[in-house]
């Protein structure tokens, strides 16, 4: 994890700080972006690196954003995460090392069959312009 400079925590919010540094987790079915159905572009909240497209978001019925696909392979960082006794892979951001969340292989099977779930919180979202 990169060092947290002080214009960044001045820019995220104490619930921010703890999911994209302590690798905390939202509440379910509390994040802004979990119903978003705007076409835009997701991306890092610490470094604005583009990490989902709209077009890839699913309702899961999790209680978190869901993609099948990331917009590109080198934009995230995948590392197995055996905490509390569980086998999940983290997601995190490859550019600023900022944990978004974790992928599971029981998406949309005639998609990639990933499911990306990713907290909102360490998300921005920039709708598209067309």
Request: glycine residues 8%.
């Amino acid at each position: 994890m990169k060092k947290i400079g002080k214009k960044l925590l001045e820019k995220l919010s104490k619930e921010q700080i703890d999911i994209c540094f302590y690798k905390g987790t939202e509440a379910p079915f509390s994040g802004k972006y979990l119903h978003n159905k705007e076409k835009g572009m997701y991306h890092c909240t610490v470094c604005s690196n583009a990490l989902f497209s709209s077009d890839t978001k699913f309702e899961s019925g999790t209680g978190w954003p869901s993609f099948y696909d990331v917009v590109k392979k080198g934009n995230i960082k995948l590392l197995k995460d055996e905490t509390y006794g569980m086998h999940r892979t983290e997601v995190l951001c490859a550019n600023c090392e900022t944990h978004l969340g974790h992928v599971f292989d029981d998406g949309p099977q005639d998609k990639t069959g990933l499911r990306y779930c990713i907290n909102s919180l360490a998300l921005d979202f920039k709708k598209s312009s067309a």
